[in-house]
């Protein structure tokens, strides 16, 4: 089955001097004053009156109608002037698509035809009809065109309440809109046709019976829940309005914007009671007729539609599907409809039902079977359920199922973060209330704004402690609502509660204001207003915390909420590329999605002393873009950050190390339950025997290097650090023997008084040490190698030793396999604590990149003093896509109190062109280090996180 979504412009056609939207997107302007065209005026007249408006055609001869016919392909070759009409080429159009599958086409043999033209059929001069054929070599039948013609034309004809009309030729098919003076679809065969008139109207009406089969039904098996009489689905719903809403008020024949927008079942698959049909009146005395659909349908004009085939689109969709289920399983037996619509007629002036039915509406249906079978009527009600019916209930003789508001024959599902809401269209009469502007659907076409119905569901939750009742409009029924809002008012309560401690008070963000109908909105903004609209589309929020759980208003403040709507919303709307608006008032923040990004202080009194509002608007906007790149440090949970947390510092005798949180742990592991680590380790080994008076050598020269300079840290102190850091010996990179090096070193290089001398601006430099070639490039201005500290240790951390004196072989005094030591990473992490303004990377991959993570941590993360990260690269995705994980995990895992607020800018940049050539200066300290590049390959692995 095929039921076609079909334009605005099909179903109300344009009124004067409007222009008409055809299926191609192109728009033409009618001529309705026909008298303008003087004697030609009666040769374009719709004998037919079906609707269709005259046009000209001058300068618009290639302008498609559809997206394969062209102006010139349907109107009359001797007329300026022709007749078309949308929904009839939108037929045309739709049928060329199901033949192109095949890689058949369709022609126009004739379309508009004047009266002067002689056409073939009066119908030619309506505009809304046209003799088609078979393109050449085509695989389809004459027959099997009429076929594809109805399943895909008798729905769009039905959406104008017009009926289908087909002349069926040997070689050839007119198709028509039947005009509002025809009564019910018409179905001829001419002379040299496969087929008769009364065959051809028997094989027709059993294509539009298929034409409402369902593509496919809901799977509905044998033990599937079932209901006894007087049982209901949703269970212990006992109104249908609890489950589906009440009616606006009821819709009747002389309210003819609404009873259009129901639709009458054309098929004979479903059997209709019609037990109105000998009345004297129907609708009302004076229309005095009642309609006779108990075989099948008058017409669908809307005079001669039949009241218990009326409903709404969402009740056809349900009962198309229900009537296939019972066809299946009960052979012979058919759905019967006691009642759809209902309206007042003779013997019930007021109609069958009490006042507020959603009979009145279209929205409710009493079934039953054909063959009567009250025992069936468990498994028909099961068939509702099972096709989604919004309430169902056994009312002992018959099923009693009802709809929810929709728009559209298929429900529009919209997703938010707790439910799943519906998008309907609101009544005629108060669809004013809910209209938009035509520029805010331009301006705004990139995000649906749909409508839903809160009847009886403003306490369902749309997101995390909030409901659609705190987002609605008070005064009004209907509303619209994105759930790209809803996300953002979910993360700034996940962000005002994540820190809270154990027992600490949930902190509740009430929306204020939420959706605000164009007409109540006039009541709080004026035009100028810059939140004047925003509300309208269901964008926009005004928020406040609750003024009982403001114990400390200067902290709980509207600048608080802009700050968190920012960082967490700002993100989320630029995920479908709007910009977010937020404006500061005195007890509350407005939030919208728009268009740009736009920022504005409505109450200057809400800022902090000596903040302008350009300063907040400045801050704003760079917090807006830290945001988008992740850049701001917001760790899941502070306590834990926090508590983890181990902040590199820069050198003074102030300096102590303190263990971090995680070696507490492990200490603690290692004393209460005997864990071992998984390196355990020893000092008592060969090797720290043999290297004892070697590690005394070394200490003695570097302390006599520190006894040359003014110590501004006690001496006992420093030595004694020292004598832990080179004088300790023992295996594993873990364990108390690694944990007191670690401490004796950190302590030792940051009091020693040897400096690293790249505090001034842009001059700091990293490079992975492996790669010898980066290192001229990385080391122009200044890099670890020049600082004097790396002087004074590195060559001891180098320093070999012969085991046995007699043979040549040597080995580290601080191997890795037998001796590790801290000293290395420890310079690497002070000396990016030292860096300050622009400091550059050199890399060639993300293996290089991770090798650098403890001093790229530092200064993105830590050093507040970085104004710019630079990483040059030779495999850029591949380093970029290094340290964006890495600063995820950052950002989701550091102590605010110990970092930035955000991230530092950073870059990854192709590697310069050319490598700088080494100087003498490099060679004299290439021995040195170039013992360093294995010893490096080990300990890298041990960086600080």
């Known amino acids: 089955m095929l039921l076609p979504k079909v334009w605005a412009a099909f179903v109300l056609l344009a009124t004067a001097h409007a222009a008409v939207e055809f299926p191609s997107g192109e728009t033409l302007e009618p001529i309705t004053d026909l008298s303008s065209l003087g004697a030609l005026a009666n040769q374009l007249q719709d004998p037919k009156n079906t609707g269709s408006q005259v046009y000209d055609s001058q300068g618009f001869e290639e302008t498609r109608l559809s997206l394969n016919f062209f102006v010139e392909d349907f109107k009359s070759p001797t007329s300026r002037y022709f007749r078309a009409h949308p929904a009839f080429m939108q037929c045309l159009q739709k049928t060329y698509n199901v033949l192109r599958r095949d890689d058949d086409t369709l022609e126009i043999a004739e379309g508009y035809r004047t009266a002067t033209d002689s056409p073939s059929d009066v119908y030619l001069q309506s505009g809304a009809a046209a003799v088609i054929i078979l393109g050449d070599d085509a695989t389809t039948t004459i027959q099997e065109l009429a076929a594809i013609v109805i399943e895909i034309c008798v729905p769009i004809f039905q959406e104008v309440q017009g009926d289908i009309g087909l002349v069926l030729h040997g070689d050839k098919l007119q198709v028509q809109l039947q005009g509002a003076d025809e009564t019910g679809p018409h179905f001829r065969a001419e002379s040299g046709a496969a087929m008769d008139t009364a065959t051809f109207e028997t094989w027709a009406w059993g294509q539009i019976d298929e034409t409402y089969e369902p593509i496919s039904i809901p799977e509905c098996p044998a033990d599937a829940e079932t209901l006894a009489s007087g049982e209901t689905y949703p269970a212990g719903v006992s109104a249908p309005e609890d489950a589906v809403g009440v009616i606006d008020y009821p819709v009747t024949r002389d309210k003819v914007e609404d009873f259009k927008r129901l639709v009458q079942y054309p098929a004979n698959n479903i059997v209709f009671e019609n037990e109105e049909r000998s009345g004297a009146w129907c609708g009302s005395a004076a229309r005095g007729r009642c309609v006779d659909c108990s075989t099948k349908i008058l017409g669908s004009t809307l005079d001669d539609r039949c009241a218990d085939r009326v409903m709404t689109k969402g009740m056809l969709f349900v009962l198309e599907k229900v009537q296939r289920m019972v066809q299946d399983e009960f052979a012979g037996v058919k759905l019967k409809v006691l009642e759809a619509w209902d309206e007042p007629h003779e013997g019930a002036t007021s109609g069958d039902h009490t006042a507020g039915s959603l009979h009145y509406e279209g929205r409710a249906a009493t079934l039953t079977l054909s063959d009567g079978d009250a025992s069936k009527l468990p498994r028909l009600a099961a068939f509702c359920i099972c096709v989604e019916a919004g309430f169902v209930e056994h009312k002992g003789d018959h099923i009693f199922i009802a709809e929810r508001k929709q728009e559209g024959f298929s429900p529009t599902f919209i997703d938010f973060p707790e439910a799943t809401l519906i998008e309907v269209t609101p009544p005629a009469e108060l669809e004013g209330n809910y209209t938009l502007e035509p520029e805010q659907y331009s301006n705004n076409d990139t995000m649906p704004m749909p409508l839903f119905d809160s009847d009886h569901r403003e306490h369902v939750e749309v997101g995390g402690n909030v409901t659609i009742g705190d987002f609605k409009d008070p005064a009004a029924r209907y509303f619209r ?108 923040t407005f939030v919208d999605i728009r268009e740009d990004a736009e920022f504005w202080v409505a109450e200057p009194d809400v800022l902090p002393v000596n903040v302008t509002a350009r300063d907040w608007e400045d801050e704003m906007a760079m917090l807006l873009e830290y945001a988008i790149e992740g850049r701001i440090i917001e760790p899941d949970s502070l306590e834990r950050a926090c508590l983890f947390s181990d902040p590199p510092a820069r050198q003074s005798a102030e300096f102590q190390h303190k263990h971090s949180e995680a070696v507490k742990r492990r200490r603690r592991r290692r004393q209460t339950e005997g864990a071992e680590d998984e390196c355990i380790p020893r000092s008592d080994t060969e090797f720290c025997n043999e290297t004892t008076p070697h590690r005394e050598t070394e200490i003695a020269h570097i302390w006599g290097e520190v006894k040359r300079k003014h110590l501004f840290r006690p001496e006992a102190d420093v030595k004694a650090a020292l004598d832990g850091c080179f004088g300790a010996c023992g295996t594993c990179l873990e364990g108390p023997i690694w944990e007191e090096k670690t401490e004796q070193c950190n302590n030792f290089l940051h009091w020693v008084n040897f400096q690293f001398l790249n505090e001034e601006p842009d001059v700091t430099n990293f490079w992975a040490r492996d790669n010898q070639d980066l290192k001229p490039q990385a080391c122009r201005d200044h890099c670890i190698v020049k600082a004097p500290l790396f002087s004074l240790v590195a060559p001891s951390i180098e320093e070999l030793y012969r085991p046995d004196p007699t043979k040549s072989v040597k080995e580290q005094i601080y191997s890795m396999a037998n001796n590790p030591s801290p000293v290395m990473e420890i310079l690497h992490i002070i000396y990016a604590a030292h860096a300050s303004g622009r400091v550059e990377f050199y890399v060639e991959d993300a293996a290089e990149m991770q090798s650098l993570r403890a001093p790229l941590k530092v200064v993105l993360v830590f050093n507040k003093n970085i104004t710019e990260v630079i990483i040059n690269a030779e495999d850029v995705e591949a380093v970029e896509g290094v340290v964006q994980n890495l600063v995820f995990e950052w950002t989701k895992a550091s102590c605010p109190d110990d970092t930035r607020d955000y991230i530092t800018p950073f870059s990854v940049v192709e590697m310069p062109a050319g490598i700088s050539k080494r100087s003498p200066e490099f060679e004299i300290r290439e021995q040195l280090l170039e013992r360093h590049r294995n010893w490096e390959q080990d300990w890298i692995g041990s960086s600080f996180g």
């Not at 939140?531 to 964008?539: A, N, P, Q, S, V």
């Open 481 to 588: 609502l994105s759930p790209e809002l809803v996300e953002c008012y979910e993360a700034l309560e996940l962000r005002e509660n994540k820190w809270n401690k154990l027992g600490e008070m949930h902190r509740h963000i009430a929306v204020l204001e939420g959706y605000l109908t164009p007409e109540n909105q006039d009541d709080y903004f004026n035009m100028s207003d810059p939140r004047y609209d925003r509300h309208t589309l269901g964008w926009a929020m005004r928020v406040g915390y609750y003024g009982d759980q403001v114990d400390d208003p200067e902290k709980f403040s509207p600048v608080r909420l802009a700050r968190f709507a920012v960082i967490k919303c700002g993100p989320l709307f630029s995920g479908v590329k709007k910009g977010i608006g937020v404006g500061l008032y005195k007890n509350s």
